[in-house]
């Protein structure tokens, strides 16, 4: 079974602040996907990483794709209030026939 | 504008009284998903198809079904939906199983009473 671990699950931080959300998967995989989702919204679509070491930068977000380590992760740089929403990752694998398994979510809030 | 559409939006029924759940894009993307979001769980993926009348199961299929006569369409019936079906519920498309970045509507909340 492909399992898919966020954490944190909750994560309160102030405006301005670094932090970084973790992302482990449980089987081999190049692709790996992050999503936002704002309260009562749908999902948005924020990095597709397909690469070992593949890196991608957008604003004050930035994800990167360790395969060997099966280990992703969203860094926060300086957070602003606008960030605040629910972080997923998500990963296919074709092992498992290429189905897209999400983690949990990380629930982001910033303070002012 | 490119998008996935869903109807309803939002929808309260009862137990036993079947419903069908609309998924459109016009993308013309191969592949098309339903998944259920329930509070800590995360999206759980109901069905998919990855092209017209390909369908298989995903991790959560019981107590629903699916069908794909056009690539553009994915509807969900719930044949006779229970209270543990109420969630959030939200289609997806990507352009193929290889290109899998996934574009969600906008989510169905169902509630069975």
């Known amino acids: 079974e492909l399992k898919v671990e966020q954490n944190p699950l909750f994560l309160s931080m102030q405006e301005g602040k670094n932090y970084t959300i973790y992302c482990n998967y449980s089987?081999?995989?190049?692709?790996l996907y992050w999503y936002r989702q704002d309260p009562g919204k749908s999902l948005e679509s924020l990095f597709v990483?397909?690469?070992?070491?593949a890196v991608k930068q957008e604003g004050r977000l930035m994800a990167s794709l360790d395969t060997k380590a099966r280990l992703s992760t969203l860094h926060i740089t300086a957070a602003v209030h606008d960030l605040s929403a629910t972080y997923f990752c998500?990963?296919?694998?074709?092992?498992?026939?290429?189905?897209?398994?999400f983690g949990a979510g990380t629930i982001l809030r910033v303070k002012s | 504008e490119a998008q996935v559409t869903q109807n309803p939006r939002y929808l309260i029924t009862v137990t036993g009284k079947k419903l069908t759940v609309t998924c459109s894009q016009n993308?013309?993307?191969?592949?098309m998903s339903w998944y259920r979001q329930d509070p800590g769980l995360g999206l759980r993926q109901i069905y998919y198809?990855?092209?017209?009348?390909?369908?298989d199961k995903g991790d959560v299929p019981e107590g629903y079904k699916v069908s794909r006569k056009e690539k553009r369409n994915f509807p969900l019936i719930l044949e006779s939906p229970s209270p543990n079906q109420t969630s959030l519920y939200f289609c997806?498309?990507?352009?193929?199983?290889?290109?899998?970045?996934?574009?969600f509507g906008p989510g169905t909340r169902l509630t069975v009473l």
């Open positions: 997806a498309s990507s352009l193929s199983i290889q290109a899998n970045e996934q574009f």
């Open positions: 089987t081999t995989s190049d692709r």
């Open positions: 990483l397909l690469s070992n070491g």
């Open positions: 998500a990963v296919d694998s074709m092992e498992y026939g290429n189905k897209l398994v």
């Open positions: 993308m013309n993307h191969e592949y």
């Open positions: 198809s990855m092209n017209v009348e390909v369908t």
